[in-house]
Every structure is written in C-alpha cells, then in structure tokens.
C-alpha cells in the first residue's frame, strides 16, 4: 500500500482571523456565524474563529462560533501574555493558537523583547495554556526570516513545553517553494510533533510554497477562502485542497463540492469580489471561449478540463465570443433547447464575432437575441415581459419613486415603488409586478462602461437568479441609466420565462 495515498492533511481555515484581516474587510457576528457553520459543513478540520484579545466584540464572536458546536475544532489567536491567553480561554475555544515573533526585525521593533525574553515567555505561557487544560498551536511569527539555529531552540522549547503542533509562518511570503522544502526539513529534523505550514502571497506563491511543505512533511496548512489575508493573502483554500486531492492524490476531510458556494458566501459577506480568473471558484475557472477549447470539451472534457466543474460544485459554460467556436455556440444553444440547422448556426457565429470584433462582451442574452432573429423569430413576440411605460422621480426631498407598466403575456399591469434611488425603484416595481409569473432575484448588477460626456452610453450588465437556481446574464445600453436598467433587467426576467417555458415548466 503506498503510504503517501493514506496521508490526510489537516486544513486549519483562518478565514475568520487574517481573512478578517484582509483591508476593508469587517464581519458582524451574523456573518461570521454564518461563514464559520459553512466552513464546518465543508469539512475543515479547525477554524480560527479571531483573536478574542483585539475587542470585546471580537472575543464574543469567537464565545459565539465555539458554542455553536460545529463538526470542527474552533480555535483563538493570541498573543504571548497572560491577558491574551485568559481572554481566549473564556471563548471555551478547543484551542488556542499562541504566536510570538521570532525574526530579530520582528523581535525588535514590533514587540521589543530579547531572545531570551522570546524564549522565557514560549515555555511559560504554553505551559500556562496547557494548566488550563487547552490544545497549544505555536507560531513562531516571521519564523522564515529568523535565524534558523535561535529558531529550533523556540519550536525545541515549544515541543517539551507541551506544544501539540507548531505552525510556521512565512509571514511577510518571501519562500519559494524550494526554501520552503529545505525549511520545513530543517524543522522536522528537530521536532517531533506535527508541524503546520501559514504561508502569505506576497509574491504570489503562497499556494504552491504550502504544497511545498507538505512535500517536506507538514500536516497541516493554513489557509483562508478566496485567498484573503493580510496584504497580498494567505493561501487559497480551495487551490490547496483541489490540488491535494487532484494532483498529490493526499486527503483532505474537505468536501469539494461545497468549495464553489463557501466562496460565493464568503464574497457576499465580505464584499470582495473574486477575480474571474481565480483557480476554482472564478467565473472564468469553468468557461470555454476560443473553438478548438469549446470544441474538445463536448466531445471529451478531458482535453481542456483538468477538474471536473461538479467536483467543486460548478458548471462548465461556454462563451459566445469572437473566438467561440461553431460547436461551442451550437452546445450552447442547445443547453437552453434551442436547436439550429447548420445554415443558421453559421451565420449565428459570424454575427457573435462581429460584435466580438467590435469589442462588445456577448453575454447569454445576445447570443439568444441574435439566435431568435436568425432563426426569423421576431424578438417582441418572444418577449413574456414587455415594457409599456416608465416615470421615475427623484430628488433631495422626495424619496424616489418609479412607476411601471408592463405588458405581461399580452395583459397590462402597472405598480409604483420607492426605493434608494431611481434605478433601485424601478427594479423593484418590475419585480413586483412579474414575480407571479416566476419568482426572479437580481445576483448581481453593474454599471459597465460609462463613455463621453453626461449623454454618454451606460452598459448594464446584471445576472438574475430562477427559482431553480438557474442563473442568467443579461445587458442594455441606453444614455439613460435607469431605462437601461430596466431594459436589462426586463431582458434578464425574458430569458428565464423563455428558458423555463422551453424546457416546458
Ligand atoms: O502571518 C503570520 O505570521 C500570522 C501569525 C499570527 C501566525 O498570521
Ligand atoms: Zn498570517
């Protein structure tokens, strides 16, 4: 049996702790109750819920999360004080994650303590945790930039003192994957307790520096969802553990599926946004544009695939754009039930690379408004959803306020509604007066591209949610904001009626 297919990794998430930490990022307890049960159901192996000691606020978020008696071990960051320590213990906190720096810089000027002082307060305050009955995690803090000989005296000292694990963090990520191998075997060379990897992007090689060490032997890692941290970041969870899994062939108790909507949660919650081309859970992580690509994956996703998209709870998409493909444009089409014959469908294609020439982003709802004229549908007579009228007021003394009317399957309805501004009220009044006819959330809304002066063209782009949970990009462009708005969204809520009624719900 080959040993290195049974090593489990243990995922340690500090999402809540130096993700919080991340610039203008701030949760309320809610959020992180709700972002801590999510990571529990993904099966993380710790979460470090915060450092009690930084708030009274901080130090009940943390009480909170421990009694929520998840599935994992929730953890308290502090420092080596007494204070510090007491705090986490009154969390009721599985462990207590105890960190001190060792790097003579950081010895120096961010806490001021000799060596020895360095040395003194370890043994005393690991010792101090373990009297009260806790798990001990050690942080030597900047161990990569400290001297290497001072550095196995802590984690020595650390180790008979009682320590269960001893984490080394690369905190301002200046290791590379080879120093980062060559350092954790310099440390397991001398300690004997498991050893854990927290590794910063600062050069962007957080991920690949923490698959390093476990290379070298670590057993654990840190990470944080989405990558958030201090700076730069910590290691991205989902890259770490989809690698693991996929290309070390390691365990993790991580639950994969459950990677893509922790990400979407934890986006929502600290409202940074994913980059769309981030590993795993970016909106292009899954999207095939270029032919030969849309081409190979519906014969054989293995060519252009190297994760299965359901693995981690995606879907793969295929975009209409100047280099799509016929093939790609044709799967597309018929995932929505539109079928095309070849004539139609080549033309199709030449008028998505026109508009791809012309700089224009094709979204789903261009690729089946420009299919329905080519397959000579008239547009106006697909539409479930047409817009008759429009009156928006707004002002500094009057709340805004948008009256609607609309045409809905051949019958017209109006509604008023008030709102934060002009835009947000129509909106809403559309959704009032369709949400008998499908119940349709707005995911997302942008206003993408601003050109010229005050009658400048504005772009709205937003995604609406079905009931189903099928999600739908859709955009208009008018000089007026709030009509392209409620252009786009009128098209948004078309697609999904169009797509349900032709899937025959
Ligand atoms: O990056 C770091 O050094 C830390 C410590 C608190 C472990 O986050
Ligand atoms: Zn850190």
Redesign the pocket.
């Known amino acids: 049996m080959n040993a290195k297919r049974n090593r489990h990794i243990r995922i340690f998430d500090?999402t809540l702790r130096?993700g919080e930490q991340t610039p203008g990022v701030t949760l309320t307890i809610e959020d992180k109750i709700e972002i801590a049960t999510q990571l529990s159901k993904l099966g993380v192996d710790v979460i470090e819920a915060g450092s009690p000691m930084s708030s009274d606020g901080e130090k009940k978020v943390v009480k909170a999360i421990a009694k929520e008696k998840l599935e994992c071990e929730v953890c308290a960051?502090a420092r080596a004080t007494k204070g510090d320590i007491d705090k986490a213990i009154e969390c009721d906190v599985d462990l207590i994650?105890l960190?001190i720096p060792t790097s003579p810089v950081q010895m120096k000027y961010a806490v001021n303590l000799s060596p020895n002082q360095v040395l003194s307060s370890t043994a005393k305050m690991i010792d101090y945790i373990k009297k009260h009955g806790l798990k001990c995690e050690f942080?030597p803090?900047?161990a990569t930039r400290s001297n290497m000989t001072f550095l196995k005296k802590v984690c020595k000292t650390a180790e008979t003192t009682g320590a269960n694990i001893i984490?080394i963090?690369d905190?301002v990520g200046i290791m590379t994957p080879k120093t980062t191998s060559e350092f954790i075997g310099e440390i397991k060379s001398e300690i004997n307790i498991p050893i854990s990897i927290?590794c910063?992007d600062d050069f962007g090689m957080a991920v690949a520096n923490s698959l390093a060490a476990v290379e070298a032997g670590a057993q654990q890692v840190h990470c944080t969802v989405n990558g958030l941290g201090?700076r730069a970041g910590n290691a991205s969870l989902e890259e770490v553990v989809m690698a693991l899994h996929m290309i070390y062939k390691i365990k993790t108790g991580v639950n994969t599926r459950l990677l893509y909507s922790t990400s979407r949660i934890v986006s929502t919650l600290t409202g940074l946004f994913v980059q769309a081309n981030k590993a795993i859970v970016g909106e292009n992580a899954f999207a095939h544009e270029s032919g030969i690509h849309t081409r190979g994956v519906t014969v054989k996703p293995l060519t252009f695939e190297p994760i299965k998209p359901e693995l981690v709870g995606r879907k793969r998409k295929l975009v209409a754009g100047k280099l799509a493909g016929t093939r790609g444009i044709k799967a597309e089409l018929e995932e929505v039930g539109i079928h095309v014959n070849d004539k139609q469908l080549k033309e199709i294609v030449k008028r998505i690379k026109n508009l791809g020439d012309k700089g224009k982003m094709v979204t789903d709802a261009d690729l089946i408004a420009i299919t329905s004229a080519v397959i000579g549908e008239v547009i106006a007579e697909e539409k479930i959803v047409d817009l008759y009228d429009l009156a928006v007021m707004t002002g500094i003394k009057v709340i805004p306020t948008a009256s609607v009317r609309l045409v809905l399957d051949g019958t017209e309805y109006s509604a008023a509604e008030t709102g934060v501004g002009p835009v947000d009220a129509a909106l809403k009044a559309i959704q009032k007066l369709t949400q008998n006819l499908a119940k349709i959330t707005l995911n997302e809304y942008r206003l993408e591209a601003i050109t010229g002066g005050s009658n400048a063209v504005a772009e709205v782009v937003i995604k609406v949610e079905d009931e189903k949970g099928n999600i739908i990009s859709a955009r208009a462009a008018r000089e007026d904001i709030v009509m392209a708005s409620v252009e786009a969204m009128i098209n948004g809520i078309n697609k999904c009626l169009i797509k349900n009624r032709k899937q025959g719900k």
């Open positions: 500090t130096d960051l994650h960190f942080s803090m900047d984490n963090p905190t927290h910063h201090e």
